[in-house]
């Protein structure tokens, strides 16, 4: 029950971006996650650290950065400067990933490793000791609004054991297609923070009942 709430804001309004965030946080969400995509990482490009600013200075709630970039070490100092309390990278395609993971714990900031749906569960393992949470994505990572991936809930359930017979307190969050089903078969695997997007900014019935089915999963 205590899980945590991410809201993506990738699919939101951008034209009224206050009033989204404020809804969500009206809603009850924990956190507002934010993808920042380069488009050479992913195919896909969404904002930079203006936008986490803006964000910073519209809530009071922990802001979730999560950087599908090529070079994040490039950018970490801006994104931390920016309000980030939260930072997550990804473990794919980059060779120095202990460097960056200390970086973002150098600027104070919660590290996250992060992989990929056909990335194996087994290659963050050596980076464990050195996170503050792990960000198993559900979908490619790219665009909001796909369908959750069934096969990523054997490795939320694999990591959940290995953090467990390592006795490390780390939290497994989920990003990609989380609804009030998805999110409960993520949360019977292990699962302890929710990233959702379109379920949440595109719901038919409101941000509210969103939230509400979100947090009762
Ligand atoms: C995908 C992003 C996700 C995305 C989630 O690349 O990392 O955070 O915004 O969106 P939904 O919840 O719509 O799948
Ligand atoms: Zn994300």
């Known amino acids: ?44 490009i969404s904002f930079g650290p203006q936008i986490v600013s803006l964000c910073k200075n519209i809530s009071h709630l922990p802001l979730d950065v999560h950087l599908m970039i090529s070079d994040p070490d490039q950018f970490i100092h801006d994104f931390s400067e920016a309000g980030a309390d939260y930072i997550s990278v990804h473990i794919e395609n980059n060779p120095n990933i202990h ?7 150098a600027y104070g900031k919660h ?46 359930k694999r990591l959940s054991n290995e953090l467990n017979e390592r006795n490390l ?4 969050e989920v990003d990609g297609g989380l609804n009030q089903d998805t999110a409960i078969d993520a949360r019977i695997s292990g699962a302890s923070i929710f990233v959702a997007g379109s379920y949440i900014f595109k719901n038919p019935n409101g941000i509210k009942e969103a939230v509400r089915l979100l947090k009762n999963t």
């Open 169 to 172: 307190q780390i939290p497994i």
């Open 1 to 44: 029950m205590n899980h945590i709430i991410s809201a993506s804001i990738l699919n939101s309004d951008f034209g009224n971006l206050e009033r989204e965030i404020k809804n969500a946080e009206k809603a009850g969400v924990n956190w507002i996650h934010l993808d920042i995509m380069d488009g050479h990482f992913v195919p896909n």
């Open 99 to 105: 460097r960056t993971l200390q970086s973002i714990s």
């Open 111 to 156: 590290a996250g490793i992060v992989l990929n749906p056909g990335t194996p569960v087994e290659s963050v393992f050596s980076v464990l000791h050195m996170v503050d949470y792990v960000l198993v994505m559900s979908v490619n990572p790219g665009f909001g609004g796909q369908e959750f991936l069934p096969e990523t809930l054997i490795k939320i």
